[in-house]
């Protein structure tokens, strides 16, 4: 038997008692989920300027997960040079910690990162080219910079230059062979952002694949600090010169304006469990697959048959999903919110009724609150599972009054963090009553 301490998300008094003369319930729904794979998120959005940065090596259901960051820079201004006898004495590339991390999170945990220098043109920063989570870029084989940070050294405060320190910054020194680099490049590498932009094309920053890991934390490229000089994405260079031992520092900064960037994740599902659904995304299956974009979404279908449910006023509509166990769920963990979205027949998606004023085109402030999709803790059999209700009594009442004969929905991971999040649900046909999926309607008969 299963028991919570769920809050209801509609109140017993609003709805009438089950008398079967007017008012009637239906439980028994043939539902049916279509998992579906989705890795078309765009990822270079300028006005959301957080990534996801990090690995995922063994997740006994999804398999593996990689996330790194394509960025260009610019010099500090156009025609910037170093002085004449620069010796350039360190360079690193910095970007805020967003203090989102997923998987393995306490303040030991370890992200091990590595720096490359970019080959393609990579849209020259003209910002014209969306970039998605699975686009990829050249670049050199060798790395320009290493280094394993743990979490607590993140967020830790640190100094940056004299008496400058910072706290919440990723901080990776790059190689000397990079400092020369720079340090020897022509004048008209600088004459412009475009010159720059063509003999330097960026870094991507992504996770060491010869190191097993499992955290994935997010950045951010701009507007992270109240410290300006330290408040985005940016390379930093520290530099004196054969005549003037005095340390200075020339910062290259990620611009928003004029510099190109996306985030890619990429997975690898050989050999794990999910790899089923990705071979067979279209047959129906008994379960309810869901990973942060890029990654699988679940359309569930819910007959509505006119015999069984005439018109009608509808005062109830619950669809209630518990959560399985596949292995370290408790690092891989289920979202703490789900968003449900409605799909037309031409597989467009549309906002549920519920979360919608009556004109249906002006979002109801309360409509989050009322629809649920939080996860809350049920206890079935001794053992602790999640689960899920949404409640949309509006949603049904639309596609019933229409004379539809099914209603499409379509279950999300919220995509604020991307690349984090997964859950496996129990479907609708599942031998087990205390966890299958299941929809529940309460109405009153108009005659």
């Given at each position: 038997?299963?028991?919570c301490?769920?809050?209801?998300?509609v109140?017993p008094?609003?709805?009438?008692?089950?008398?079967?003369?007017h008012?009637?319930e239906?439980k028994?729904?043939?539902m049916?989920v279509?998992?579906l794979?989705?890795d078309?998120i765009?990822?270079?959005?300028k006005d959301?300027?957080?990534?996801?940065?990090g690995?995922l090596?063994?997740?006994?259901?999804?398999?593996?997960t990689?996330?790194?960051?394509y960025i260009q820079?610019?010099?500090?201004?156009?025609?910037?040079?170093?002085?004449?006898g620069t010796?350039i004495?360190?360079?690193?590339?910095s970007l805020?910690?967003?203090?989102?991390?997923y998987?393995?999170t306490?303040?030991?945990?370890?992200l091990?990162l590595?720096?490359y220098?970019i080959?393609?043109?990579?849209?020259?920063?003209?910002?014209?080219?969306?970039?998605?989570?699975?686009n990829?870029?050249?670049?050199?084989p060798?790395?320009?910079?290493?280094?394993?940070?743990?979490?607590k050294s993140l967020?830790?405060?640190?100094?940056?230059f004299r008496?400058d320190t910072?706290?919440g910054l990723?901080r990776?020194?790059?190689?000397?062979?990079?400092c020369?680099?720079?340090?020897?490049m022509?004048a008209?590498?600088?004459?412009t952002?475009a010159s720059f932009?063509d003999f330097?094309?960026g870094?991507?920053?992504g996770p060491?694949?010869?190191?097993?890991?499992?955290t994935i934390?997010s950045f951010a490229?701009?507007g992270?600090s109240?410290?300006?000089?330290?408040?985005g994405?940016q390379?930093?260079?520290f530099?004196?010169?054969?005549?003037n031992?005095?340390?200075?520092r020339?910062?290259?900064?990620?611009?928003?304006l004029l510099c190109?960037?996306?985030?890619?994740?990429?997975?690898?599902?050989?050999?794990?469990?999910?790899?089923a659904?990705?071979?067979?995304q279209?047959a129906?299956r008994d379960?309810?697959v869901l990973q942060?974009?890029?990654?699988?979404r679940?359309?569930?279908t819910?007959?509505?048959?006119?015999?069984a449910i005439?018109?009608?006023?509808i005062n109830?509509?619950?669809?209630t999903?518990?959560v399985l166990?596949?292995?370290?769920d408790?690092?891989?963990?289920?979202p703490?919110?789900?968003?449900i979205?409605g799909?037309?027949?031409?597989g467009q998606?549309?906002p549920?009724a519920?979360?919608?004023?009556?004109?249906?085109s002006?979002?109801?402030?309360?409509?989050?609150?009322f629809?649920?999709?939080?996860?809350f803790p049920?206890?079935?059999g001794?053992s602790?599972?999640?689960r899920?209700?949404?409640?949309?009594?509006?949603?049904f009442?639309k596609?019933?009054?229409a004379?539809?004969?099914q209603?499409?929905?379509r279950?999300?991971?919220?995509?604020a963090?991307q690349?984090?999040?997964?859950l496996v649900?129990?479907g609708?046909?599942s031998?087990?009553?205390?966890?299958?999926?299941s929809?529940?309607?309460?109405y009153t008969k108009?005659n």
């Amino acid at each position: 038997m299963a028991a919570c301490k769920e809050k209801s998300i509609v109140k017993p008094d609003l709805i009438p008692p089950v008398d079967n003369i007017h008012t009637f319930e239906v439980k028994d729904f043939n539902m049916t989920v279509n998992n579906l794979y989705y890795d078309s998120i765009w990822t270079n959005d300028k006005d959301y300027r957080i990534v996801s940065i990090g690995a995922l090596s063994n997740d006994p259901f999804f398999g593996k997960t990689q996330a790194g960051l394509y960025i260009q820079f610019l010099p500090p201004s156009e025609g910037f040079a170093f002085p004449t006898g620069t010796i350039i004495d360190s360079a690193l590339v910095s970007l805020p910690f967003n203090n989102f991390k997923y998987a393995d999170t306490a303040s030991n945990s370890t992200l091990s990162l590595k720096a490359y220098e970019i080959t393609d043109p990579f849209a020259l920063g003209d910002g014209t080219r969306k970039y998605y989570a699975f686009n990829r870029v050249s670049y050199k084989p060798t790395a320009i910079g290493a280094k394993t940070f743990t979490l607590k050294s993140l967020r830790d405060t640190v100094p940056v230059f004299r008496t400058d320190t910072i706290g919440g910054l990723l901080r990776m020194r790059l190689s000397d062979a990079f400092c020369e680099q720079f340090r020897s490049m022509p004048a008209s590498a600088t004459a412009t952002n475009a010159s720059f932009l063509d003999f330097f094309r960026g870094i991507y920053l992504g996770p060491d694949s010869t190191v097993q890991q499992n955290t994935i934390a997010s950045f951010a490229l701009a507007g992270a600090s109240t410290n300006l000089l330290y408040s985005g994405a940016q390379m930093e260079f520290f530099y004196h010169t054969s005549t003037n031992d005095t340390v200075k520092r020339a910062l290259f900064p990620y611009n928003s304006l004029l510099c190109s960037f996306f985030n890619g994740i990429y997975h690898n599902y050989t050999g794990a469990p999910v790899q089923a659904y990705l071979s067979n995304q279209q047959a129906s299956r008994d379960s309810v697959v869901l990973q942060g974009y890029p990654g699988f979404r679940s359309d569930i279908t819910v007959p509505i048959d006119p015999a069984a449910i005439p018109p009608s006023i509808i005062n109830k509509a619950t669809l209630t999903m518990t959560v399985l166990k596949v292995g370290d769920d408790a690092r891989f963990s289920a979202p703490p919110q789900l968003i449900i979205r409605g799909v037309n027949d031409n597989g467009q998606e549309r906002p549920i009724a519920d979360l919608l004023n009556g004109d249906d085109s002006t979002t109801n402030t309360s409509g989050a609150a009322f629809v649920g999709a939080t996860a809350f803790p049920v206890l079935i059999g001794g053992s602790t599972y999640l689960r899920y209700t949404f409640n949309i009594p509006r949603e049904f009442q639309k596609a019933v009054s229409a004379g539809q004969t099914q209603l499409k929905l379509r279950l999300i991971v919220p995509t604020a963090y991307q690349g984090a999040y997964r859950l496996v649900a129990d479907g609708p046909r599942s031998a087990n009553t205390d966890t299958r999926l299941s929809f529940n309607v309460i109405y009153t008969k108009l005659n």
